[in-house]
C-alpha cells in the first residue's frame, strides 16, 4: 500500500474464508491527533502510548512542531512530546498542510488563530472541499482575523490571532466535536470563561483531555440531549502520560466483515467504548447481531472491552437522527452491514455525511448501486433494502478520496456473490494503516 498521496492504488476483495481469530485496531484517531495537540500546549513532557501513526495524525504532529513543540517517537506507537505550553507557539516558516484530516485541520485552526502569529493552512483536494466558515465564525468572534480564504470558507485560509483572545458563549450550528474542539482550544488562550453549547453531545474526548492536563471544565446538561462546556482560560497544562485507546472506527470494519461473512468467530481486543462512540454497536445490536462485550477494563481513563463477534442474521431496523454524532463516521460500514440485513434499515438525518472526506452519502449510494443493492436517498435519509444474498460486481467503486468509503466497500466484497474493486486504496493510510494486513490475518482476501 502506498502513502496517502501517492497514485491510486486500486484494491479488490472476494468472498472465501470465514473469519477467524483475535486481532487489535490501532489507537484511536480523535485522541491520538489531540495527545499531539496537548502535548504542544503543555509544559513538560507528554508521553504518548499507542499513537495512530496513520497520515491524519503524523500531520498534526509535523503541525505541532512547525509550531514550536519537539516531538520524537521512541517505538512504533510510543511518542514523547516536549510542549511550549499555552501562549508560547511560534509562527510557522511555511504553510501547515493537513492532507486529507478534517480534524487536525480544525482543531489547530483554534489553537494557531488564538495565537499572534499568522498561519496558513492547506490540505489535499478532499480537505480543499470541506466547510470551513463552521470553524471561522466562532474564531472571528474570538477575535481572530481571517487573512485570507479560498472561496466558500475553504482551505488553503490564514488567520491572523489577536493579542487578546476574547472568551465566547457558543451554540454550535452543528452537531460537531470538531467545531466545539476548536473553541475550546481557542479558550485555552483567553483570559475568561468560554462556553460551547450543544444541542446534541458530541465525542466528549476534548473535555477529558482537557482535564487531564489540569484545566477546569464544568460540563451541565442542556436540554434532552444537549451540553453545555464552561473552560476557564490560561490554565497551565502540564505534560503527563496518555494510553491511547483502540478505535471503534476502525474495529468497525473487522466487526461488520465478521457479521456478513459466514462461519466467522472473531475477537477485536480492547475496543474503546465510550457510549459517544457506539452508536454502531446499538445499532448493529437492535439489528440482531451476535457482538458480546468482554472483560470490560479502564485504559486510559476510557472504558474498553474486548468484543466477540461472529456471523449473524441481521434484520433491518431504523436508525434515528438522534443516534448520528455517536456514530457519524460509521454510516457507510453500517450501509455494507444493511445490505446483508432482511427488510429495510433507514438512517434518518444524515445532512453531515455530506460534509466529510467525500460527500458519503452519494458515495455509498453509488457504490451500493454498483454492488445491486436497492435503495433510495430520501432527503437526509439513506435507505437500504437488505437482502441475505448480496450480487456485488459492477464498476470498481469510486472512493473520493475517503478511506472508510474504501474500507467499508472491502468490507462488502468479502461476503458478496462477485468480488468488488474500490477505484484506491491509499487513503486508508489516513486513519487504519494496518487495514489490509489485518483482515488477512483474520483471513480475508483482499487483492492490491
Ligand atoms: O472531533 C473529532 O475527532 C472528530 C469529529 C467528527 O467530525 P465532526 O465534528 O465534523 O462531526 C468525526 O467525523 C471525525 O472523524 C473526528
Ligand atoms: C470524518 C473523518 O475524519 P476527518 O473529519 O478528521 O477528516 C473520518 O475519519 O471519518
Known amino acids: 500500500m502506498s502513502h496517502a498521496h501517492g497514485p491510486a492504488t486500486p484494491v479488490s476483495s472476494r468472498s472465501g474464508n470465514a473469519l477467524n481469530g483475535r486481532i487489535r485496531v490501532p489507537g484511536d484517531k480523535s485522541i491520538s491527533h489531540r495527545s499531539m495537540i496537548f502535548g504542544l500546549l503543555s509544559i513538560g513532557e507528554t508521553r504518548v502510548e499507542g499513537l495512530l501513526e496513520g497520515d491524519d495524525v503524523l500531520r498534526t504532529a509535523e503541525a505541532c512542531r512547525a509550531l514550536g513543540a519537539t516531538i520524537t517517537r521512541e517505538a512504533p506507537g510510543r511518542w514523547r512530546v516536549k510542549g511550549v505550553g499555552i501562549g508560547g507557539l511560534s509562527e510557522p516558516e511555511s504553510v501547515l498542510d493537513f492532507g486529507n484530516a478534517g480534524t487536525g485541520s480544525r482543531l489547530m485552526m483554534g489553537v494557531a488563530g488564538s495565537h499572534p502569529i499568522t ?133 468497525a470494519f473487522p466487526l461488520v466483515a465478521a457479521l456478513i461473512t459466514p462461519g466467522s468467530d472473531i475477537l477485536i481486543e480492547g475496543v474503546m467504548m465510550n457510549p459517544l462512540r457506539t452508536g454502531l454497536i446499538t445499532t448493529l445490536l437492535e439489528m440482531g447481531a451476535s457482538i458480546e462485550r468482554l472483560n470490560e477494563r479502564d485504559e486510559g481513563g476510557e472504558t474498553v472491552a474486548d468484543l466477540r463477534v461472529r456471523h449473524s442474521k441481521l434484520t433491518g431496523v431504523t436508525v434515528p437522527h438522534g443516534r448520528a454524532p455517536a456514530m457519524i463516521d460509521e454510516y457507510p460500514i453500517l450501509a455494507v452491514a444493511a445490505s446483508f440485513a432482511e427488510g429495510t434499515t433507514r438512517m434518518q438525518g444524515l445532512h453531515e455525511l455530506r460534509v466529510k472526506e467525500s460527500d458519503r452519502l452519494a458515495a455509498v449510494a453509488a457504490g451500493l448501486a454498483e454492488a445491486g443493492v436497492e435503495h433510495e436517498i430520501q432527503g437526509d435519509d439513506l435507505i437500504v433494502h437488505g437482502s441475505r444474498t448480496v450480487r456485488g460486481g459492477g464498476r470498481p467503486v469510486a472512493t473520493h478520496l475517503d478511506h472508510r468509503i474504501a474500507m467499508s466497500f472491502l468490507v462488502m466484497g468479502l461476503a458478496t456473490k462477485e468480488p468488488i474493486a474500490v477505484d484506491d486504496g491509499a487513503m486508508i493510510m489516513t486513519s487504519f494503516p494496518s487495514f489490509i494486513p489485518l483482515m488477512r490475518e483474520l483471513g480475508a482476501t483482499i487483492q492490491d
Do not use: C, W
Request: hydrophobic fraction near 35%.
Open 119 to 251: 498561519t496558513t493552512f492547506d490540505g489535499d483536494a478532499s480537505l480543499r472541499k470541506r466547510p470551513m466558515r463552521r470553524i471561522l465564525d466562532p474564531l472571528v468572534k474570538m477575535g481572530v482575523t481571517v487573512v485570507s480564504e479560498a472561496e466558500g470558507g475553504r482551505v488553503p485560509l490564514t488567520l491572523r490571532g489577536p493579542k487578546e483572545t476574547l472568551p465566547i458563549t457558543y451554540e454550535t450550528p452543528a452537531a460537531s466535536a470538531q467545531i466545539k474542539s476548536a473553541i475550546l482550544l481557542a479558550g485555552l488562550n483567553s483570559p475568561g470563561r468560554t462556553t460551547v453549547i450543544e444541542r446534541e453531545a458530541t465525542r466528549d474526548h476534548t473535555e477529558r483531555m482537557l482535564r487531564h492536563f489540569g484545566a477546569t471544565v464544568e460540563v451541565v446538561p442542556n436540554g434532552a440531549d444537549g451540553r453545555a462546556i464552561t473552560l476557564q482560560g490560561q490554565p497551565e497544562l502540564r505534560g503527563t502520560d496518555i494510553v491511547v485507546p483502540t478505535d471503534p472506527s476502525s474495529a
